[in-house]
């Protein structure tokens, strides 16, 4: 019998999905796409036809291609839009299959000159992403590691577990010049080396006016710096350019020295407005 309309749905080009159950996700599974065919639905060209990110699948393969080697691949995926469509478990995400647990969207290469940090507008449409696992030394640890000209909103992790490095937080372990992270929060455990913190490890704008900031943010967080530099802070641990306003945060922070409840050291042309550590 030929398949029912009023029972599938159907597009050129994606799955055949249920009418009217929540949670599901269209899109072709890596192995039914044609070579260089866009692995999400959505346009990405817009905040009114983003390329949604609807699994824990899909968020991993965003990362993949940001951190992608290729320079013609992570421009085709910078300067995007995406929005989650739905809760997120990562707990038993561990791309590399070695222990270490998530790897994050965006890397730092220096002292190498490709830009390897997200730029894109991630929307988390409200949505919450739990489980989030790291364990890996190495530094820039957090749901995306480095990210410039990029605005990360409405997302809230819970039950992180982030021990890593230098620069680590639950949202972003680097934002660089003109990067803000609005309307999210985080819960659990960031711990590293030095720049740790609970919304982003280190937040660093520039002095010719490409600023960074983080706004209507939260944290219930043990963060924990253990480097002899410290700078740990329950919404970044260091901010430099930038400004932090109505933020709050409860729970403890520890580091051997710039440890502070907003942030562990505010830097040059830096502003905390409308905050509160509890």
Same mark, same amino acid.
């Given at each position: 019998?030929?398949?029912?309309?009023?029972?599938? &749905?159907?597009?050129?080009?994606?799955?055949?999905?249920?009418?009217?159950? *929540?949670?599901?996700?269209?899109?072709?599974? &890596?192995?039914?796409?044609?070579?260089?065919?866009?692995?999400?639905?959505?346009?990405?060209?817009?905040?009114?036809?983003?390329?949604?990110?609807?699994?824990?699948?899909?968020?991993?393969?965003?990362? &993949?291609?940001?951190?992608?080697?290729?320079?013609?691949?992570?421009?085709?995926?910078?300067?995007?839009? #995406?929005?989650?469509?739905?809760?997120?478990?990562?707990?038993?995400?561990?791309?590399?299959?070695?222990?270490?647990?998530?790897?994050?969207?965006?890397? #730092?290469?220096?002292?190498?000159?490709?830009?390897?940090?997200?730029?894109?507008?991630?929307?988390?449409?409200?949505?919450?992403?739990?489980?989030?696992?790291?364990?890996?030394?190495?530094?820039?640890?957090?749901?995306?590691? /480095?990210?410039? &000209? %990029?605005?990360?909103?409405?997302?809230?992790?819970?039950?992180?577990?982030? /021990?890593?490095?230098?620069?680590?937080?639950?949202?972003?372990?680097?934002?660089?010049?003109?990067?803000?992270?609005?309307?999210?929060?985080?819960?659990?455990? *960031?711990?590293?080396? /030095?720049?740790?913190?609970?919304?982003?490890?280190?937040?660093?704008?520039?002095?010719?006016?490409?600023?960074?900031?983080?706004?209507?943010?939260?944290?219930?967080?043990?963060?924990?710096?253990?480097?002899?530099?410290?700078?740990?802070?329950?919404? %970044?641990?260091?901010?430099?350019?930038?400004?932090?306003?109505?933020?709050?945060?409860?729970?403890?922070?520890?580091?051997? /020295?710039?440890?502070?409840?907003?942030?562990?050291?505010?830097?040059?042309?830096?502003?905390?407005?409308?905050? %509160?550590?509890?």
């Amino acid at each position: 019998a030929a398949w029912s309309d009023t029972i599938w &749905e159907f597009a050129d080009g994606k799955l055949p999905i249920l009418v009217g159950l *929540v949670g599901q996700s269209a899109a072709l599974p &890596e192995h039914l796409l044609v070579p260089g065919a866009v692995p999400f639905e959505g346009a990405g060209t817009n905040a009114t036809d983003p390329y949604l990110i609807a699994t824990a699948a899909d968020l991993a393969k965003l990362a &993949e291609l940001v951190n992608s080697d290729d320079e013609g691949t992570r421009d085709a995926y910078n300067d995007k839009y #995406y929005k989650l469509t739905a809760d997120i478990d990562l707990s038993d995400i561990d791309p590399n299959e070695d222990g270490t647990g998530w790897v994050p969207i965006g890397k #730092y290469r220096w002292p190498e000159t490709p830009d390897y940090s997200f730029k894109g507008t991630f929307d988390g449409n409200h949505k919450i992403i739990s489980g989030l696992y790291i364990n890996r030394t190495g530094g820039f640890s957090g749901v995306f590691g /480095q990210i410039s &000209e %990029a605005t990360i909103k409405n997302l809230g992790l819970t039950d992180v577990n982030v /021990q890593g490095g230098n620069w680590s937080g639950g949202i972003a372990a680097l934002a660089l010049t003109g990067a803000s992270i609005e309307n999210c929060f985080v819960t659990g455990l *960031v711990s590293g080396g /030095q720049y740790v913190g609970g919304i982003a490890g280190f937040a660093n704008g520039t002095a010719s006016g490409d600023k960074v900031s983080i706004e209507n943010c939260y944290s219930n967080l043990i963060v924990t710096s253990t480097g002899e530099l410290g700078k740990s802070g329950g919404i %970044a641990g260091s901010i430099q350019y930038g400004s932090i306003n109505n933020c709050y945060t409860t729970g403890n922070i520890a580091g051997f /020295q710039d440890a502070g409840g907003i942030s562990g050291r505010v830097g040059s042309k830096s502003t905390i407005r409308n905050c %509160a550590a509890l």
